[in-house]
Nanobody, 123 residues
Framework: EVQPVESGGGLVQAGGSLQLSCAAS????????MGWFRQAPGKEREIVAT????????TYADSVKGRFTVFKDNVKSVIYLNMSALKPEDTAVYYC????????????????WGQGTQVTVSP
């Protein structure tokens, strides 16, 4: 089973930008899209963005639309999450999951979880 590896987190001031990476080579499940999720302290894990493994059909949570962009480097098998206009409420541990499914309006990761990468946005 593919074990994703996230990187790129850090501390940034509000309004700043960060780019997260998710390395997940060897994915065999091309049916379910990959997903970027985040979990803030005391809150449940929530979806941020999804992307099909062919690099098409990105989707975004309403809270990040217009600020975050998800895209894929097909050569490196790396999924990126470009985050701009960051807000303190974006502070969370960000995870990627190589296989995600949607039930109703909620997304769930059904593949392996990586260790996550911490994003902290200061006011």
């Amino acid at each position: 089973e593919v074990q994703p590896v996230e990187s790129g987190g850090g501390l940034v001031q509000a309004g700043g930008s960060l780019q997260l990476s998710c390395a997940a080579s060897g994915v065999s499940d091309s049916y379910h899209p990959m997903g970027w999720f985040r979990q803030a302290p005391g809150k449940e894990r929530e979806i941020v963005a999804t992307l099909k493994w062919n690099g098409e059909m990105p989707t975004y949570a309403d809270s990040v639309k217009g600020r975050f962009t998800v895209f894929k480097d097909n050569v490196k098998s790396v999924i990126y999450l470009n985050m701009s206009a960051l807000k303190p409420e974006d502070t969370a541990v960000y995870y990627c999951n190589p296989s995600s499914v949607r039930f109703g309006t909620s997304w769930y990761g059904i593949g392996s979880w990586g260790q996550g990468t911490q994003v902290t946005v200061s006011p």
